[in-house]
């Protein structure tokens, strides 16, 4: 069988701008490269059409793949089914998008039909699937626009991506959409439930300006303040989170859905009463005065202890707050890390080539990247994309140093040989 032109010869690695020819490298830099193309695509608007289509795909992986925006020129298959043959593709990319041209891009429908037609939408494109390398990501990014423009907007990120394959199997084997309707449906933006956050001083969480409470006031050591809130806090979110959802339905005032909003936002935020708690107690606060009786739901608890708490926040002077802020929120380094090896870290990236040789500690770190900038030159590559390639090896060998990993030739070279007799799907999230 013919080889794959689309890898470099021996590996499984797909060929790229970049020179790459390890796999793990080209799955970081594809990462890294999407974060952005990501971003400036959920700003702009694509046509409902297969060129739009191609456009979308050219936009999100045109930094990477020369065929960005190209239908494949392989046939390619996934757990033993092919998906549409190459001499198909164009006519049924042009049906799909005419289909959905007819229904107007699916405006003006109510949410639940919305979402079951466009899972069946996104069904119908993966067992099309265009392109070599990146159907899935654009599939999500597609589905997005489809959703903003109807007015039932979903967030690519909050796309659980373990279901989303499993719907996309399903679907592609049985032709059944309804799971990937409904991941798609997970994934929307309920405008509605939306909370607002009052942000006061430091960025802290306060509730909506109220009337004093009227009744006994009782003083609250901080250490009962936080027993209360582990006790009352997770049903005075369910209950926030229900009043706001009964004001909604029942059309309340306007003024009285925005205070929900904002006391929703309150208990949920991670600057919220259990924080602040913390905070007064890091500046020697020691008790409040809070209005509290049997008689008093959770939320009503808690937005009182809220209420108490602000008012000591609020009588804070700004400077010793910030101070307190900043000193609640060093920041925590990842799983693995630690301060010596982020400085270590930061040294390779600032020294010379020179520098790190004479390192003892970093001298093994920079043999990888010189390794990886002459297997390019070998290639015969430009100065330039060896360059590109020796600035992306330099930033991985410093994320294993970060992460206390072991360095060895891994990072920079090209993964094993293995000949597969039939190209397969390389799009790792389909």
Same mark, same amino acid.
């Given at each position: 069988?013919?080889?794959?032109?689309?890898?470099?010869?021996?590996?499984?690695?797909?060929?790229?701008?970049?020179?790459?020819?390890?796999?793990?490298?080209?799955?970081?830099?594809?990462?890294?490269? &999407?974060?952005?193309?990501?971003?400036?695509?959920?700003?702009?608007?694509?046509?409902?059409?297969?060129?739009?289509?191609?456009?979308?795909?050219?936009?999100?992986?045109?930094?990477?793949?020369?065929?960005?925006?190209?239908?494949?020129?392989?046939?390619?298959?996934?757990?033993?089914?092919?998906?549409?043959?190459?001499?198909?593709?164009?006519?049924?990319?042009?049906?799909?998008?005419?289909?959905?041209?007819?229904?107007?891009?699916?405006?003006?429908?109510?949410?639940?039909?919305?979402?079951?037609?466009?899972?069946?939408?996104?069904?119908?494109?993966?067992?099309?699937?265009?392109?070599?390398?990146?159907?899935?990501?654009?599939?999500?990014?597609?589905? *997005?626009?489809?959703?903003?423009?109807?007015?039932?907007?979903?967030?690519?990120?909050?796309?659980?991506?373990?279901?989303?394959?499993?719907?996309?199997?399903?679907?592609?084997?049985?032709?059944?959409?309804?799971?990937?309707?409904?991941?798609?449906?997970?994934?929307? /933006?309920?405008?509605?439930?939306?909370?607002?956050?009052?942000?006061?001083?430091?960025?802290?969480? &306060?509730?909506?300006?109220?009337?004093?409470?009227?009744?006994?006031?009782?003083?609250?050591?901080?250490?009962?303040?936080?027993?209360?809130?582990?006790?009352?806090?997770?049903?005075?979110?369910?209950?926030?989170?229900?009043?706001?959802?009964?004001?909604?339905?029942?059309?309340?005032?306007?003024?009285?859905?925005?205070?929900?909003?904002?006391?929703?936002?309150? /208990?949920?935020?991670?600057?919220?009463?259990?924080?602040?708690?913390?905070?007064?107690?890091?500046?020697?606060?020691?008790? /409040?005065?809070?209005?509290?009786?049997?008689?008093?739901?959770?939320?009503?608890?808690?937005?009182?202890?809220?209420?108490?708490?602000?008012?000591?926040?609020?009588?804070?002077?700004?400077?010793?707050?910030?101070?307190? /802020?900043?000193?609640?929120?060093?920041?925590?380094?990842?799983?693995?890390?630690?301060?010596?090896?982020?400085?270590? *870290?930061?040294?390779?990236?600032?020294?010379?080539?020179?520098?790190?040789?004479?390192?003892?500690?970093?001298?093994?770190?920079?043999?990888?990247?010189?390794?990886? &900038?002459?297997?390019?030159?070998?290639?015969?590559?430009?100065?330039?994309?060896?360059?590109?390639?020796?600035?992306?090896?330099?930033?991985?060998?410093?994320?294993?140093?970060?992460?206390?990993?072991?360095?060895?030739?891994?990072?920079?070279?090209?993964?094993?040989?293995?000949?597969?007799?039939?190209?397969?799907?390389?799009?790792?999230?389909?």
């Amino acid at each position: 069988m013919a080889s794959d032109p689309y890898i470099y010869p021996g590996t499984e690695t797909l060929r790229n701008k970049l020179g790459i020819t390890d796999d793990k490298m080209l799955t970081e830099a594809e990462r890294r490269l &999407m974060l952005a193309r990501g971003a400036e695509a959920a700003r702009l608007t694509f046509p409902a059409t297969a060129e739009g289509y191609r456009a979308l795909h050219k936009h999100l992986f045109q930094d990477l793949y020369d065929w960005a925006g190209q239908d494949r020129t392989v046939n390619i298959a996934k757990g033993g089914s092919s998906f549409a043959a190459v001499p198909y593709l164009a006519r049924e990319l042009d049906k799909r998008f005419g289909d959905v041209g007819q229904q107007n891009s699916f405006r003006g429908l109510p949410r639940d039909e919305f979402f079951d037609r466009l899972g069946n939408h996104i069904n119908e494109i993966n067992a099309i699937h265009p392109f070599r390398e990146g159907n899935g990501r654009t599939m999500r990014h597609h589905a *997005a626009q489809i959703a903003r423009e109807a007015g039932h907007p979903i967030r690519v990120a909050a796309i659980d991506k373990d279901k989303w394959m499993e719907a996309s199997r399903h679907g592609f084997l049985t032709g059944d959409h309804r799971g990937m309707a409904a991941v798609l449906a997970a994934a929307a /933006v309920r405008r509605d439930l939306a909370p607002e956050a009052r942000i006061g001083p430091a960025g802290i969480a &306060m509730l909506p300006k109220r009337a004093p409470p009227e009744g006994q006031r009782y003083r609250l050591t901080l250490t009962k303040v936080r027993e209360e809130l582990d006790r009352y806090l997770p049903a005075a979110r369910q209950q926030a989170a229900e009043r706001l959802r009964g004001l909604i339905n029942d059309d309340g005032s306007s003024a009285a859905i925005a205070s929900a909003r904002t006391e929703l936002a309150y /208990v949920r935020h991670a600057k919220g009463p259990v924080y602040q708690s913390h905070l007064l107690t890091y500046l020697g606060v020691r008790q /409040v005065d809070a209005i509290i009786s049997p008689q008093q739901t959770p939320l009503e608890r808690v937005r009182e202890i809220g209420a108490a708490l602000g008012i000591q926040i609020n009588s804070q002077q700004q400077a010793q707050l910030q101070r307190a /802020v900043r000193a609640l929120e060093k920041p925590v380094l990842p799983p693995g890390h630690a301060p010596g090896q982020e400085r270590l *870290a930061a040294a390779f990236l600032k020294n010379t080539a020179e520098m790190n040789h004479a390192d003892p500690r970093l001298a093994p770190a920079q043999a990888i990247v010189d390794a990886a &900038m002459q297997t390019a030159r070998e290639r015969g590559e430009s100065a330039r994309m060896v360059g590109t390639i020796g600035e992306s090896t330099r930033q991985l060998v410093a994320d294993r140093i970060k992460s206390g990993g072991s360095l060895d030739a891994e990072i920079g070279s090209a993964a094993p040989p293995t000949q597969s007799p039939a190209p397969r799907d390389k799009d790792r999230s389909r």
